[in-house]
């Protein structure tokens, strides 16, 4: 039995059991899940009480409609996936008109210069379609805790301004890339590559992990020549930006500062098949 | 696993998680508990997640204060018959400062005719003090169900007029009142009677009873001039009031309605403690 004497301790101690703290994990996705999802689920459901993950392919996110179309959806076999791992994850999977209602544009939003870096010269409005759909489902599912893969390390920097403009009581967490056993970091799009272009694009990895090495004796510019020189040899890759940056404003490394944190970015095109991979060099 | 496809339904799924709906029932006392007061609480505990007991003996619904002075206060000894019925109850024991913050004084409440009547008339102040009381309590304990017996027959009309005035989304629940088996309605104030005393004070229902009868036959004014001459002729009661009323509205029953509730109400003295009663005369 309980007995208070004071009205705020016996209002605290209502409100506990009234409203308990019940903390909601979410995991954002576009489908075709693969073993990064899973860990992002994983660590979702470990922190949380419940765990919300979303499939939805974000039609404003894409500047090239191509890519949009030939985006793998795999409705079914990703709730076969999910269910393997746990049965308690609760699924949303939208229309697009579900979460647009209508009007399926962009909202514009100014994320302080990071939208202006790689991902985001290369990739028009990609950030403000990531920036609208993020806040639509934040808005949505309420998380305590939202999950992101490092892989799109720019858009978890993006992601973390986001909420911080938006002052979304959400806490942002990022998870560590998940690669093959020959270094490919996960993706939907490796669903794309052929089994010779998937030997091949282990080679995206051996390159930052070189970089990573030479990083610490040769300045930004001399490294990323050696890995623009790299690609120039292979036919079958083209390389879209490899480049040195801040891990905080994702701004170009000009002259190494001990004060900072550096990552290499890099985005190939393995035929026609688009990949983007990333290494801290810390 | 649950799949939601439409935000309305998730939005729907994770409220229900994050704010499952827990009932409070609230029994507010001035203590001194007896069996009608663990009646109360039983009834909360059956029906509640969550059951508040407060024991508060408040002065602004004394209008004497001699009877505020000599009001039993007998807290270790309430505690204890709390804990033989449930370990569960919430026990609130505030202090009269808690309550009022430096200001004892009530609140002026228009409850629309019905603390007029009775012991509204009788007791110059009382129902202020009550609705002021028990308006404070539910804000501080925002009960879903409270609980009145219907002893103080009055008040239980009185609080249901507090709720639907203030619009406090509080279910009053009132329980029939609970007799010893001669018949005397269990009060606080039977702990101020003598054994002589309490044995006389049983006359009181009997008269209730009788009253009832003869309100089948006759008018409410013979009924009540039957009541006073029995009292007449004992020398240790003091009759303060006897009156039949409508049981909605409180009004004294001038020609009988097929249509409306009657209840008999009575404040009688017994040398000096003041006893009510009420029978339903249905």
């Given at each position: 039995m309980l007995i208070f004497y004071r009205q705020i301790d016996l209002k605290d101690h209502l409100k506990s059991i009234s409203a308990p703290k019940i903390s909601i994990g979410f995991v954002p996705t576009m489908g075709a899940l693969h073993q990064g999802h899973l860990t992002l689920m994983q660590q979702s459901l470990k922190h949380n009480d419940f765990t919300v993950m979303s499939i939805f392919v974000n039609p404003t996110q894409f500047n090239n409609s191509e890519d949009l179309v030939k985006y793998p959806r795999t409705l079914d076999r990703d709730i076969e996936k999910i269910k393997s791992v746990s049965e308690q994850i609760i699924v949303y999977a939208?229309?697009?008109e579900d979460i647009y209602n209508g009007k399926t544009v962009s909202q514009s939003f100014d994320f302080q210069g990071l939208e202006h870096q790689?991902?985001?010269r290369h990739r028009p409005g990609h950030f403000d379609g990531v920036g609208t759909v993020v806040k639509r489902l934040f808005e949505i599912v309420n998380p305590t805790n939202a999950y992101?893969?490092?892989k799109d390390f720019q858009q978890l920097q993006i992601v973390k301004k986001l909420v911080e403009i938006l002052k979304m009581p959400v806490n942002i967490v990022g998870i560590p890339i998940f690669r093959t056993a020959s270094g490919l970091a996960m993706s939907s799009r490796n669903e794309r590559l052929s089994t010779a272009e998937r030997e091949s694009a282990t080679m995206i990895y051996k390159i930052l992990c070189q970089a990573k090495i030479q990083f610490g004796t040769k300045s930004a510019s001399q490294v990323s020549d050696w890995v623009k020189k790299s690609f120039d040899?292979?036919?079958d890759f083209r390389l879209e930006y490899f480049e040195i940056a801040d891990e905080?404003?994702?701004l170009p490394?000009?002259?190494?500062?001990?004060f900072k944190k550096y990552?290499?970015?890099?985005a190939v095109f393995v035929n026609e098949v688009r990949l983007i991979d990333t290494i801290s060099l810390n």
């Open positions: 939208p229309s697009v790689m991902e985001g992101f893969g490092e040899r292979q036919s905080a404003t994702l490394c000009i002259r190494k500062s001990k990552r290499a970015f890099i």
